[in-house]
């Protein structure tokens, strides 16, 4: 089995190959970004890659497009995408396609390393690999009024939001930094399922969506 890594993490990407090689699996390439992981990806022909989800230079959705264009491009590879988070948004996508060759596992799944090569093993060979909390997630959401996927901060910052604060100003008055604000605020939005669009301003549907639950 030969596998690419897309990981921007260099620890947790050093300690997959380490991984990876000690179990008798041949790693092709490594690469931090989405643009690299998919040049390595077409140069190398693995019959496998994992890849995060959130990946350089937005840290949004990078890693899962790259993916999707593999899904598409190379079906015969196989997928298995790491992830920080539940996303139902993401995982729904990913897993939109054809019903093989694909994965969808939290990185704490990695700690358990026979699990996790279990998982690898089973999506190379043609079949799916769904953390199990993946699954809970997706089934009880499904069920759920989008606001209640938000984080108690995350909430904070949508309130902030809906004052007509910017994200500098939110960042000023929760004593964090403008990055943190910018991850809260790209978060929202995928968990509101309010994805780019010509003509919409995500921001402004954001703050309508909170106004129409706020007491």
């Known amino acids: 089995m030969r596998v690419v890594i897309g990981e921007d993490s260099v620890l947790l990407r050093e300690g997959l190959v380490r991984l990876l090689t000690a179990s008798g699996i041949e790693v092709a ?16 022909r693995p019959d496998v890659v994992v890849l995060d989800v959130r990946m350089p230079p937005s840290f949004t959705d ?3 497009r790259a993916a999707l264009v593999l899904r598409r491009q190379f079906p015969e590879i196989a997928v298995l995408v790491l992830s920080q988070y539940v996303e139902e948004r993401y995982a729904t996508e990913l897993l939109s396609g054809p019903p093989s060759k694909v994965g969808y596992l939290l990185k704490d799944r990695i700690a358990d390393v026979a699990d996790f090569l279990d998982a690898l093993r089973r999506v190379a060979g043609g079949g799916t690999a769904l953390d199990p909390e993946v ?10 009024d989008p606001m209640e996927r938000l984080t108690p901060r995350e909430r904070e910052v949508l309130a902030l939001m809906a004052e007509g604060r910017s994200n500098s100003a939110i960042a000023a008055a929760l004593f964090v930094s403008d990055s943190a604000i910018e991850k809260h605020v790209n978060s929202i939005f995928t968990k509101l399922d309010l994805q780019p669009a010509d003509g919409d301003h995500r921001r402004v549907l954001a703050v309508l969506r909170f106004l129409e639950v706020s007491p």
């Open 135 to 144: 699954v809970a997630q997706l089934l009880v959401r499904r069920h759920r």
């Open 29 to 44: 390439a490594t690469a931090g970004d989405a643009e690299s992981f998919l040049k390595a990806v077409g140069e190398h």
């Open 62 to 64: 990078e890693g899962l």
